[in-house]
Nanobody, 124 residues
Framework: QVQLVESGGGLVQAGGSLRLSCVASGRTFSSYAMGWFRQAPGKEREFVAA????????NHADSVKGRFTISRDNAKNTVFLQMNSLKPEDTAIYYC?????????????????WGQGTQVTVSS
């Protein structure tokens, strides 16, 4: 069982930056691929970024490529999402997710564990 707790969301003006963190419980964090997803009101949950468990390969959605960066610190059981050049369309609840796998899932249904989410609001 893995428990995930996100933090770092908030209200920011367009063009600003935020850094989201997700801390995982348990001693096997390094065995999990980690992902960030987001869900805006009235929309489906969408993939943002993912990072593999050991090789630290990453994948970012086209909509955030060049602006967002996923990273992880296995010693601290934490995955991060650095968000720069934020736009109003980035407004959503952001969720981190975990999957016990060596590959890099990019679909929400592939993930087994989810955090409660953190709200990001970007004003124009």
């Amino acid at each position: 069982q893995v428990q995930l707790v996100e933090s770092g969301g908030g209200l920011v003006q367009a063009g600003g930056s935020l850094r989201l963190s997700c801390v995982a419980s348990g001693r096997t964090f390094s065995s999990y691929a980690m992902g960030w997803f987001r869900q805006a009101p009235g929309k489906e949950r969408e993939f943002v970024a993912a990072i593999s468990r050991s090789t630290f390969n990453t994948n970012h959605a086209d909509s955030v490529k060049g602006r967002f960066t996923i990273s992880r610190d296995n010693a601290k059981n934490t995955v991060f999402l650095q968000m720069n050049s934020l736009k109003p369309e980035d407004t959503a609840i952001y969720y981190c997710a975990a999957k016990y796998t060596s590959v890099l899932p990019v679909t929400a249904t592939r993930y087994d564990y989810w955090g409660q989410g953190t709200q990001v609001t970007v004003s124009s």
